[in-house]
């Protein structure tokens, strides 16, 4: 069984579900593609709204969710946090990691990035004691990526990304394979029926092995979670 570290299920929490029709066919698709748990990451844009007004959304979103779903997929509530100027220094922000840990799923702005931007995430990191993990890293440029992986955050991969050519995929393998990505996702947006077949074709892909050391890190950061 697999977990889904980063998806937009949530009914009405962001533009990733519009409803619970929606969501629950999410979590369809996610259980055939062998999905056990999904952690819920919504978007959080600091110029949007407050962390307190995201945090009641996301917990009524989830609420009206649990209160239609009967199956057996467990969900991890979390966020994606939009990286941007003076995130670093907002006081709610150990609110926003992956519910019972302090690890934090942080989305870079497009490229070209800021100078500051490195150092919000190193802040993040070292004043603030969270652990950031960067999202879909196959989205940036491979400068953007390179800058990314010298930082030494845990890094998320996309599912899509291996729909890629062969040597790009090859590329992402062997980065798995240096544990410089950590972590798979679908990104769900929508009903789920693509993604998730997006998601079983990259765990093929990626093989046994690999794949089971990235659940076994996936793991290992909700363990706190599981826990609560
Ligand atoms: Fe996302």
């Not at 196959?138 to 599912?159: E, T």
């Not at 050519?165 to 972590?183: F, P, S």
Request: glycine share 6%; proline share 4%; charged share 25%.
């Amino acid at each position: 069984m697999y977990i889904d570290f980063h998806a937009h299920i949530l009914p009405n929490a962001d533009h990733g579900s519009d409803g619970i029709p929606n969501s629950l066919a999410q979590l369809e698709n996610a259980a055939r593609a062998g999905i056990s748990t999904i952690v819920a990451t919504p978007h959080y844009y600091a110029r949007e709204r407050s962390v307190e007004e995201f945090l009641e959304k996301r917990e009524a979103a989830y609420n009206e969710l649990m209160s239609n779903y009967n199956g057996d997929i467990k969900i991890i509530k979390a966020a994606e946090v939009q990286i941007s100027l003076g995130i670093e220094k907002l006081p709610e922000l150990p609110k926003l990691c992956i519910e019972g840990t302090n690890y934090i799923l942080l989305e870079f702005p497009n490229e070209p990035w800021p100078y500051w931007i490195y150092d919000a995430v190193t802040e993040i990191a070292r004043e603030r004691r969270l652990r950031p993990i960067c999202a879909h890293i196959d989205r940036y440029s491979h400068i953007g990526r390179d800058k990314i992986l010298n930082l030494n955050m845990d890094v998320q991969i996309n599912a899509s990304a291996f729909l890629d050519t062969r040597r790009r995929r090859n590329y992402y393998l062997e980065l798995i394979g240096d544990d410089a990505v950590h972590l798979l996702g679908s990104d769900v947006h929508g009903d789920g029926n693509l993604s998730y077949k997006d998601f079983a074709y990259a765990v093929k892909k990626i093989g046994g092995p690999l794949m089971a050391e990235m659940t076994n890190n996936a793991k290992k950061i909700l363990a706190k979670s599981e826990n609560k």
